[in-house]
């Protein structure tokens, strides 16, 4: 771009747009001004906010910390220089005050601003506007001068030509009068137009030449000279402007070190925080006396005077010594389990430790986090270790070394179409909700409360102990919501701490959701274990055909019983239900997981309501105990 270049030399006569600058940049600088007045309302706005919200903290601070520093019954006497000696309430204290300060710092930004950039800008506006103003009344009063020197060249013209109108009138006269005895008098009048038409033109030439050389100042010196004016007010203007400018970003740097200021001592304070410190502070506020509460010891019951001592005559005995297998089989499942948790307890540990000490090693949340899931999960493994030991060694010592016989039979829960006489107790067993256990190798029957009070002498082939014969055992259907899948479809995962420890009744409800059906003939019963139905009924399915045809319901009155499993029909809302697989209709029903989850690598189809359809993928847990799971079958395992 050109340097030096001046208005006057440049911009001949355009005193308008020149002017018309100079009123665009008074204009920006009101936008300007505009501005700052409302960063101003909105400093002191946000500082109000701030001083509110200083104050909220403050009167917060002073209701909890000393709950934070010394407890909410400290056993020693404390006062608020106890509290001051915290680092957390000094952090915290420092904290609150910074908010506060910088409240008054912005309030005096405010007020800086105000008055040195958005005042300043006004004042400069104000006297650049006027001074425009007087440049734009000189411009008028130069046009005003020039037209009228313009105007008497024009009337002197107009004179002269009309003195030269009036000499030509004069000479006809005189022509006319030559024998006539006016004819001196027409002459004399005559040279009087000639020297009146002369003296007219030579006014007309000496306003020609006023006007030219009023032009010629008007626009070589005039014009230029008020154009450099404008362009000198201009170049004041833009100064001043910037010089204004210029204090309002000083103004905010100053502000801006402040609030850095204010920050740079809450992080001090915060860097000085000493939870060590603190922690000992609270401790010596709160030092108690202790004393570990008793172990229990054995209360008799007020109706049945007993010893504390454990009962060893045979039939306790058995039931001690089945429990005993049970604790150490589950023992056994949970000892590797157990020291591979601690391992990754102790490889956890010194992970969080390595990323605290070098935060650049990674997320320390996350690890943290996984060392916390991995602590949990050993301290439940743990309990369940110590619950099966103290279990195992009060048996131990009640049984004296004698553990009975080693052939335990293999127990799964099992349904009843038809009464089956229980192997130990004689009584009748029946029931589609699983009132009894079948021994999977011997097949043997009980009731499920009956299943430890057998004693361990499985004979390891059907029908050939306690009377049990192959049509018994044929009766009966396998269970019904734990299933059987071949052990080589599956990937074993990490079990849970629940697999060992028996769960309390009440963490397994039996509350599920029964599928509706309508009756479509009339149907009388003929045993205790039947249900009077009526064509049209709604009832609700409680069990499956099994494949004996026949089917639980519930009438609307409460009643329970079987029926033909082709005298009933899905209502509408159940018919996609009931094209379910076996798996999915009866994912109601609940049983003992041992929390060992595996997952399908093949797909496989049921070949029977004891067997469990698997997808690949799918996911379906291992039931629990020394003949569930991995140890139901050769070649089989059980899951749901």
């Given at each position: 771009?050109?340097?030096?270049?001046t208005?006057?030399?440049h911009l001949p006569d355009?005193?308008?747009?020149?002017?018309?600058?100079?009123?665009a940049?008074l204009d920006?600088?009101s936008?300007i001004?505009?501005?700052?007045?409302?960063?101003?309302?909105?400093?002191?706005e946000?500082?109000?906010?701030?001083?509110?919200?200083?104050?909220?903290?403050?009167?917060k601070?002073?209701?909890?910390?000393a709950?934070?520093?010394?407890g909410s019954e400290?056993?020693k006497?404390?006062?608020?220089?106890?509290v001051?000696q915290?680092?957390?309430?000094n952090a915290?204290?420092?904290?609150?005050?910074s908010?506060?300060?910088?409240?008054?710092d912005?309030?005096?930004?405010a007020?800086a601003?105000?008055s040195?950039?958005a005042d300043a800008l006004?004042?400069?506006?104000k006297?650049?506007?006027e001074?425009?103003?007087k440049?734009?009344a000189?411009f008028q009063?130069?046009?005003?001068?020039?037209d009228r020197?313009y105007?008497?060249?024009?009337?002197?013209?107009?004179?002269?030509?009309d003195?030269?109108?009036?000499?030509?009138?004069y000479r006809?006269k005189q022509?006319r009068?030559v024998?006539?005895?006016h004819?001196?008098?027409a002459?004399?009048?005559?040279?009087q137009?000639q020297?009146?038409?002369?003296n007219?033109k030579?006014t007309?030439?000496?306003?020609?030449d006023i006007?030219?050389?009023?032009?010629?100042k008007?626009y070589?010196t005039?014009?230029?000279?008020?154009e450099?004016?404008?362009?000198?007010?201009?170049?004041?203007l833009?100064?001043?402007?910037?010089k204004i400018l210029l204090?309002?970003?000083t103004?905010?740097?100053?502000?801006l070190e402040s609030?850095?200021n204010?920050a740079?001592s809450?992080q001090?304070?915060l860097?000085?925080?000493?939870?060590?410190?603190?922690q000992?502070?609270?401790?010596?506020?709160?030092v108690?006396p202790?004393?570990?509460?008793?172990d229990w010891?054995f209360?008799?019951?007020?109706?049945?005077?007993?010893t504390?001592?454990m009962n060893?005559e045979p039939?306790p005995k058995?039931?001690?010594q089945?429990?005993l297998?049970?604790?150490?089989?589950?023992?056994?499942?949970?000892?590797?389990?157990?020291?591979?948790?601690?391992?990754?307890?102790?490889?956890?540990?010194?992970l969080v430790?390595?990323?605290?000490?070098?935060?650049?090693?990674?997320?320390?949340?996350?690890?943290?986090?996984?060392?916390?899931?991995a602590?949990?999960?050993?301290?439940?493994y743990?309990?369940?270790?110590?619950i099966l030991k103290?279990?195992?060694?009060?048996?131990v010592r009640?049984?004296?070394?004698?553990?009975g016989?080693q052939?335990?039979?293999?127990?799964k829960?099992s349904?009843?179409?038809i009464?089956?006489q229980c192997?130990?107790?004689?009584?009748?067993?029946w029931?589609l909700?699983?009132?009894g256990k079948?021994?999977k190798?011997?097949g043997?029957?009980?009731?499920s409360?009956?299943?430890?009070k057998v004693p361990?002498?499985?004979?390891?082939?059907r029908?050939s102990r306690h009377?049990?014969?192959?049509s018994?055992?044929?009766s009966r259907?396998?269970?019904?919501e734990t299933?059987r899948s071949?052990?080589?479809?599956?990937?074993i995962?990490t079990p849970?701490?629940?697999s060992?420890v028996?769960?309390?009744?009440s963490?397994?409800?039996?509350?599920e959701s029964?599928p509706?059906?309508?009756?479509?003939?009339?149907?009388s019963?003929t045993?205790?274990?039947e249900l009077?139905?009526s064509e049209g009924m709604?009832?609700?399915?409680?069990?499956e055909d099994?494949g004996?045809?026949?089917i639980?319901?519930?009438n609307p009155n409460g009643?329970k019983g079987?029926?033909?499993a082709s005298?009933i029909?899905?209502?509408?809302a159940q018919?996609a239900g009931?094209?379910?697989p076996?798996q999915?209709?009866?994912?109601?029903?609940s049983?003992?997981?041992?929390?060992?989850?595996?997952?399908?690598?093949y797909e496989y189809g049921a070949q029977?309501?004891?067997?469990?359809?698997?997808?690949?993928?799918?996911?379906?847990e291992?039931?629990?105990g020394?003949?569930?799971?991995?140890?139901?079958a050769d070649g089989w395992?059980e899951?749901?």
């Amino acid at each position: 771009m050109t340097t030096g270049q001046t208005y006057g030399r440049h911009l001949p006569d355009q005193v308008d747009r020149i002017s018309s600058l100079s009123d665009a940049q008074l204009d920006l600088l009101s936008d300007i001004r505009e501005l700052y007045r409302e960063r101003v309302a909105l400093e002191r706005e946000y500082a109000t906010k701030l001083q509110v919200l200083s104050k909220k903290a403050g009167d917060k601070k002073a209701k909890k910390m000393a709950l934070l520093v010394v407890g909410s019954e400290p056993t020693k006497a404390w006062d608020e220089n106890a509290v001051k000696q915290s680092t957390l309430d000094n952090a915290y204290t420092q904290l609150i005050a910074s908010i506060a300060d910088a409240a008054q710092d912005h309030i005096n930004l405010a007020d800086a601003l105000n008055s040195q950039v958005a005042d300043a800008l006004k004042s400069v506006e104000k006297k650049h506007e006027e001074r425009n103003k007087k440049q734009m009344a000189f411009f008028q009063k130069l046009l005003a001068d020039r037209d009228r020197v313009y105007s008497d060249r024009t009337k002197t013209k107009q004179k002269y030509d009309d003195e030269c109108v009036e000499v030509e009138t004069y000479r006809q006269k005189q022509d006319r009068a030559v024998d006539d005895r006016h004819a001196d008098r027409a002459a004399k009048q005559y040279g009087q137009q000639q020297t009146d038409m002369m003296n007219a033109k030579n006014t007309y030439l000496i306003s020609i030449d006023i006007a030219n050389k009023t032009k010629e100042k008007f626009y070589s010196t005039d014009l230029p000279q008020l154009e450099d004016q404008f362009q000198s007010l201009q170049t004041q203007l833009l100064t001043q402007f910037i010089k204004i400018l210029l204090q309002a970003q000083t103004l905010h740097s100053s502000h801006l070190e402040s609030l850095k200021n204010r920050a740079s001592s809450v992080q001090t304070a915060l860097t000085q925080v000493d939870p060590a410190k603190d922690q000992d502070l609270f401790i010596d506020h709160n030092v108690r006396p202790f004393v570990a509460p008793g172990d229990w010891k054995f209360e008799p019951c007020q109706s049945h005077y007993d010893t504390g001592e454990m009962n060893a005559e045979p039939a306790p005995k058995v039931f001690l010594q089945n429990k005993l297998s049970r604790c150490k089989t589950k023992l056994q499942e949970l000892a590797p389990l157990l020291q591979a948790k601690r391992s990754e307890v102790d490889r956890l540990s010194k992970l969080v430790t390595a990323y605290t000490n070098d935060g650049s090693l990674g997320n320390l949340d996350e690890v943290t986090d996984n060392y916390l899931e991995a602590h949990h999960q050993l301290a439940a493994y743990a309990s369940s270790e110590s619950i099966l030991k103290a279990e195992i060694d009060t048996i131990v010592r009640a049984l004296a070394g004698d553990e009975g016989a080693q052939q335990p039979h293999s127990f799964k829960s099992s349904s009843f179409s038809i009464p089956t006489q229980c192997g130990y107790c004689k009584t009748s067993i029946w029931g589609l909700s699983k009132q009894g256990k079948t021994c999977k190798v011997c097949g043997l029957s009980v009731h499920s409360k009956c299943e430890l009070k057998v004693p361990a002498e499985c004979s390891g082939t059907r029908g050939s102990r306690h009377g049990a014969s192959d049509s018994a055992s044929l009766s009966r259907t396998s269970t019904t919501e734990t299933t059987r899948s071949r052990g080589s479809e599956f990937i074993i995962q990490t079990p849970t701490p629940s697999s060992f420890v028996q769960p309390h009744a009440s963490t397994h409800p039996q509350a599920e959701s029964h599928p509706a059906a309508i009756v479509l003939f009339d149907f009388s019963a003929t045993s205790p274990f039947e249900l009077d139905v009526s064509e049209g009924m709604s009832v609700h399915v409680l069990e499956e055909d099994d494949g004996s045809g026949w089917i639980k319901v519930s009438n609307p009155n409460g009643g329970k019983g079987l029926v033909p499993a082709s005298y009933i029909q899905y209502t509408e809302a159940q018919q996609a239900g009931a094209a379910d697989p076996p798996q999915i209709r009866k994912a109601g029903r609940s049983s003992a997981g041992s929390g060992i989850h595996v997952r399908g690598v093949y797909e496989y189809g049921a070949q029977g309501s004891d067997e469990l359809g698997v997808q690949v993928g799918a996911l379906i847990e291992l039931t629990a105990g020394p003949a569930g799971g991995q140890n139901y079958a050769d070649g089989w395992w059980e899951g749901m």
